[in-house]
């Protein structure tokens, strides 16, 4: 029998009992995975084909010598296959290889070869799960239920405390999936109004009139409600000036905290001190070890996650809470932590004055020579050169302003000079310690060279150390 089928049950845990009847009936001849490779121009499907075959019983009575013929499809090879009409089957015929029936048990399956097999059990079996290392596990963020009523601006923020001081009481920094950067975040200046379950809002006048205009949008829905299409939110033992979702653990988010998202598209750990409350895309532990922090963000557990954290449109992963909680962390020696401490409060330090220091150029872009949006090309400042600066700032300015004359490019090299330059050196900064961290990692859980060496021939997408910075030796 042969099936083409979505690749999810492979690793997930409600596949778990048809992985075993499979290994049980010593039934695998043939899997190929071509995982993201684009079969359909619609939809990211995880395809792959298996072929089964159930064997005499004779067959079972010896099944160590069995060998099961296997293949991760490279995303890219399929386009260039398919565009030059090459064979299909020729390209897995020579690219196959080999694995004992063994290896496939009700565990989660793995394709690649002993090495990669061998690798991962060694940094599974050094590490101990991350709830048991961080003495906790991840809490999800909050989800308000409507944002456009909880969530609001400096300048209104500003209003409300004004109207009513103790309104400050309730009003919280907010951050968002898309403010997670690595090492530290990059908050947008949201502010959320948490009415948390229970508050009493009458405490809070200014508060109360502001969401007033939303109230049909905020109401909960009864129970016993009928109807085509209710105009407020979700059933639930809530108020309908309260924030949506319970939150019991809300005095977690005041505490410092090591934040992720909850859809990875590369390693992006980032560590908080300034009691943000995020939304219900990130996850968090309330625990700001620096160390677990350096671990998370490294390129070991970036390639032990591509091969454990289930996979998601366009190469994403999703560190959801179940398999978080069990992910290996090795314990450092003291002399290890302390190294990998140092380089990770460096990194802080250059992330967040990197942010504030491109904050104020783009301000100055923006009041000295009208470039209202910076684009792709100046948001990544850092990479270009005079020429292509300058080249960018001419596209981005309005139509009404001036033309570039000499005056302006001489201000423009200035500020180029001042302001782009130390950011190219605190990257180049940043790039050194990355590394230092990566190797450092790799000691904790006690890699040697051939394993290293495995790690870096086997890297998935977006490994570290070319994650906005510059392509890495190793690769």
């Known amino acids: 029998m042969s099936y083409i089928v979505t690749n999810k049950w492979m690793r997930a845990g409600y596949g778990q009992s048809l992985r075993a009847l499979f290994a049980q009936e010593g039934a695998l001849e043939r899997i190929i995975d071509f995982g993201h490779s684009p079969i359909f121009e619609d939809a990211d499907v995880f395809p792959c084909i298996l072929v089964l075959n159930k064997p005499q019983r004779h067959d079972l009575e010896d099944t160590s010598e069995r060998q099961v013929n296997v293949l991760n499809f490279p995303r890219e090879e399929l386009s260039r296959i398919l565009q030059k009409k090459q064979s299909l089957n020729s390209y897995v015929q020579e690219k196959s290889h080999s694995l004992p029936h063994y290896r496939f ?42 944002n456009e009523a909880f969530l609001i601006d400096e300048r209104t923020k500003n209003r409300l405390i004004h109207d009513d001081p103790r309104c400050a009481e309730i009003i919280k920094p907010y951050l968002r999936g898309q403010d997670i950067k690595r090492w530290s975040a990059e908050w947008a200046r949201v502010w959320m109004i948490f009415t948390r379950r229970g508050i009493d809002i009458d405490v809070y006048p ?17 129970k016993n409600w009928v109807g085509e299409q209710w105009a407020g939110r979700k059933a639930g033992s809530y108020q309908w000036y309260e924030i949506q979702d319970a939150v019991d653990y809300w005095s977690l988010f005041e505490r410092p905290k090591i934040m992720y998202q909850e859809i990875q598209f590369h390693p992006a750990y980032c560590l908080d001190t300034s009691g943000l409350f995020p939304n219900n895309k990130v996850f968090f532990l309330a625990n700001p070890n620096l160390y677990l922090l350096a671990v998370l963000n490294s390129p070991l557990m970036w390639w032990h996650n591509w091969r454990y954290l289930p996979h998601m449109k366009d190469e994403a992963l999703s560190p959801i809470g179940e398999k978080m909680e069990v992910l290996p962390i090795a314990s450092p020696t003291d002399t290890l932590r302390m190294e990998i401490e140092q380089a990770v409060t460096r990194l802080i330090q250059i992330g967040r004055a990197s942010q504030e220091a491109r904050q104020l150029l783009f301000d100055w872009l923006r009041l000295e020579f009208e470039v209202q949006e910076p684009g792709r090309q100046l948001m990544n400042v850092v990479d270009l050169d005079f020429q292509t600066f300058v080249d960018e700032v001419r596209k981005r300015r309005s139509k009404t302003a001036k033309k570039i004359t000499p005056a302006t490019l001489k201000a423009l090299q200035a500020g180029y000079t001042e302001q782009i330059e130390p950011l190219q050196q605190d990257k180049a900064e940043a790039l050194r310690l990355e590394r230092k961290i990566g190797d450092l990692v790799n000691q904790a859980y006690g890699l040697t060279e051939e394993e290293i060496a495995v790690l870096w021939k086997t890297a998935p997408p977006r490994m570290p150390f070319n994650i906005g910075l510059v392509a890495d030796a190793h690769e």
């Open 105 to 146: 048990t009700s565990a989660p399956w793995n394709l690649e070869g002993s090495a990669v097999d061998d690798l991962l059990a060694k940094i599974r079996r050094v590490g101990i799960p991350l709830t048991e290392f961080a003495g906790l596990k991840p809490y999800r963020g909050v989800l308000t239920g409507l």
């Open 206 to 222: 200014a508060i109360k009139n502001y969401l007033l205009p939303f109230r049909e949008q905020l109401e909960p829905k009864p």
